[in-house]
């Protein structure tokens, strides 16, 4: 089902996706046995961008498996070339459409579920019958907007000010044409709305990467 809604059936393929589901499981199941728990499931999307001020960013260990991590590391010079993994899907471009939220909107659904479970856990108190069950429910943090690899490149590269290099390489296994969120749910019931901009989220990268090259890091030394 794409867009995805909350309600969407869920069947992870990776190893990855089904640790996400275990999880919501247990925590599922935990709130269903305790009454008194009030439990929020933020389904993330694509996490990107940096804090404004250029002095919170991501900062991966090792070569990065993400694409704007990668990307950042092609503009500031660490890296010769980003790969492209396929340009054979069925989309606008042929590259992958993923639904890439800024980290500053993420944070600020985790302050609206927060809000959401207070106000949840004070209806509950006041209720003329006992709750049996605690409060579990998902939500999707995402923006509800697709954007391909090679436009994210096109974002990014404006950001800099300059083309940078990339190539098209095979497929990557487990990839899959489209993620992108329906954001309905947490939209209506945690009045949360992603705002900010790929533009944004660029541009906030691209002042934590030229701040911080090395992330958190010391650059490495030349050995004698
Ligand atoms: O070097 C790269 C890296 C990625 N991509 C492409 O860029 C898109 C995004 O890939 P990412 O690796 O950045 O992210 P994924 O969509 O694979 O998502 C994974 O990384 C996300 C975080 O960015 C979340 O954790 C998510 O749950 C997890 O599945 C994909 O089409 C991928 O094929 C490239 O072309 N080259």
Request: overall charge neutral.
């Amino acid at each position: 089902m794409i867009p995805i809604p909350e309600e969407c059936p869920t069947g992870p393929e990776s190893p990855y996706g089904k640790t996400k589901i275990f999880i919501e499981d247990i925590l599922r199941d935990h709130t269903k046995a305790n009454p008194q728990w009030n439990t929020a499931l933020l389904r993330y999307f694509n996490p990107m961008g940096a804090h404004p001020s250029g002095l919170m960013g991501e900062d991966p260990l090792g070569i990065p498996n993400n694409l704007l991590p990668f990307l950042a590391q092609v503009a500031i010079g660490r890296r010769e070339k980003l790969s492209v993994f396929g340009n054979d899907f069925p989309s606008r471009d042929g590259t992958p459409i993923r639904d890439y939220v800024h980290v500053v909107d993420l944070a600020k659904g985790h302050l609206a579920a927060l809000e959401k479970l207070e106000s949840v856990k004070k209806e509950r108190e006041t209720a003329t019958e006992k709750p049996t069950k605690g409060f579990s429910r998902e939500w999707n943090l995402g923006t509800g907007k697709g954007t391909t690899v090679l436009e994210v490149i096109k974002y990014f590269s404006d950001a800099v000010g300059r083309d940078l290099p990339y190539e098209i390489t095979a497929r990557r296994d487990g990839d899959v044409l489209d993620l992108t969120a329906k954001p309905t749910r947490a939209n209506q019931e945690l009045k949360w709305h992603a705002e900010l901009t790929m533009k944004q989220a660029c541009e906030d990268l691209w002042r934590w990467t030229t701040k911080n090259p090395y992330g958190y890091q010391q650059p490495p030394t030349e050995s004698k």
